[in-house]
């Protein structure tokens, strides 16, 4: 029982990413893990770690046929921030990656967003149609249209703003840790609504659903809607300092176009799960 011969194994893109990494230290221990990386060699034990770029086609298929892993989570993408080239990462990168799972007889499990909505109506379900309005939103949708063409057996989840109690943490909470301790004046959206998601309940209920066998759009994300001022304000409570710095400010008002409330409908994946699904007052407690 329990030998290395019996373990399933899993690819994860984007092993190197915030999220990725995550699934690599808490992967359990019934799965094999190779891990890829593009730009940032790895560190995290437990996985066998391969360089990929996703937008070669064929180096994709190469990777994915020489590992033949059961389940391919696919983390890789171009997020909001740097120049990224949006189009050639997800929704070209995720064709290929598609595409060769297919090949293999593999199951994806696809990483998404809530901003594939337009954020006018909030509480989206899964059969919400999407409407993106930003360049990332649009990509991210385009990418769940290539997974739902080419045929695998898939199962596209859509999450929302990823963070962690422990290093290492996500980009957002040290963005909000650095700037405050710096005396950095930042201003935070009060109009925004999204469902953050502590990123090792993320992580569990992915592992739980690499283990079963539950395809189509699933919607996981954190109990509490929450805008992006408020969850601002209470991630720099947790780690200690004071959130006075922070200004409120309203994203309708500024002009800017960005998908307002997206909050996420995760009934279905409470039925589905055991892994609980908490918001960030459940979370975010008990920091000594
Ligand atoms: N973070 C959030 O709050 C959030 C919210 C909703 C949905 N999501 C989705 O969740 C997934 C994970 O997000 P994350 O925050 O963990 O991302 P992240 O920290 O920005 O990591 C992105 C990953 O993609 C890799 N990557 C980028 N371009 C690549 C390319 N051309 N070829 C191969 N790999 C490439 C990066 O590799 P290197 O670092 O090695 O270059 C890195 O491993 C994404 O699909 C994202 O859209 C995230």
Not at 72 to 98: E, K, L, Q, S, W
Not at 137 to 148: P, Y
């Amino acid at each position: 029982m329990g030998g290395t011969a019996m373990r399933r194994r899993a690819l994860i893109t984007g092993g190197s990413g915030y999220l990725g990494n995550w699934l690599v230290r808490l992967a359990p221990p019934t799965w094999d893990i190779t891990a890829t990386y593009w730009t940032q060699p790895a560190a995290a034990p437990g996985a066998t770690w391969r360089h990929l770029d996703v937008r070669d086609a064929a180096a994709v298929m190469a990777v994915i046929g020489e590992v033949m892993p059961e389940v391919v989570i696919h983390t890789a993408a171009a997020n909001p921030g740097a120049n990224a080239d949006f189009t050639a990462v997800n929704v070209d990168g995720t064709r290929a990656v598609a595409r060769a799972v297919a090949a293999i007889g593999g199951r994806l499990i696809h990483l998404s967003t809530d901003v594939v909505f337009d954020g006018e109506r909030g509480n989206y379900t899964e059969e919400d149609i999407p409407n993106p309005i930003t360049d990332y939103g649009r990509s991210k949708a385009l990418a769940e249209a290539e997974v739902q063409a080419c045929g695998v057996r898939a199962l596209i989840v859509r999450t929302s703003l990823i963070y962690g109690r422990r290093p290492p943490l996500d980009r957002q909470t040290l963005w909000i840790l650095n700037s405050v301790q710096n005396g950095a004046p930042i201003a935070l959206f009060t109009d925004e609504l999204r469902n953050p998601i502590w990123v090792e309940s993320l992580v569990g209920a992915l592992w739980e659903l690499a283990d079963g066998d539950y395809n189509g759009v699933l919607h996981v994300a954190g109990a509490q809607a929450l805008s992006r001022y408020e969850f601002g304000a209470r991630l720099a409570r947790f780690h200690g300092v004071a959130p006075d710095p922070i200004r409120a400010m309203s994203s309708r008002a500024s002009g800017l176009i960005r998908p307002l409330d997206c909050t996420l409908d995760c009934s279905k994946a409470r039925t589905l799960l055991r892994t609980p699904l908490p918001g960030v007052d459940t979370v975010l407690v008990g920091n000594e």
